[in-house]
């Protein structure tokens, strides 16, 4: 089993900006060969995907709505992926998941709340 632990969310005004971080721990065959990424859900909406960063570090970004506001990275080293999230809007809020995909398995974490208002 791999354990997931996200942090870094919190309560912030429009135009703010937060990091998230994931913390990989567990039954980790190699980090390197890991596909990691950010899922979000908002309240009385399904989960939706935000970004994903491969393996290979390539990145990829759900839409227009993200791309070009959030930055998402990876450090192997610390078994870790990132998301940096910039000039946010109120329709960023959402509970926001960490998922990593292990050959046909996929683990997610428990989620951590991020809030923007004013």
């Known amino acids: 089993q791999v354990q997931l632990v996200e942090s870094g969310g919190g309560l912030v005004q429009p135009g703010g900006s937060l990091r998230l971080s994931c913390a990989a721990s567990?039954?980790?065959?190699?980090?390197?060969?890991?596909?990691m990424g950010w899922y979000r859900q908002a309240p009385g909406k399904q989960r939706e995907w935000v970004a994903t960063i491969t393996n290979a570090n390539s990145v990829y970004y759900a839409d227009s709505s993200v791309k070009g506001r959030f930055t998402i990275s990876r450090d192997n080293t610390k078994n870790t992926v990132s998301l940096q999230m910039n000039s946010l809007k109120p329709e960023d809020t959402a509970v926001y998941y960490c998922?990593?995909?292990?050959?046909?398995?996929?683990?997610w974490g428990q989620g951590t709340q991020v809030t923007v208002s004013s």
């Open positions: 998922n990593a995909v292990q050959g046909s398995t996929v683990y």
């Open positions: 567990g039954s980790i065959v190699s980090i390197d060969a890991m596909g």
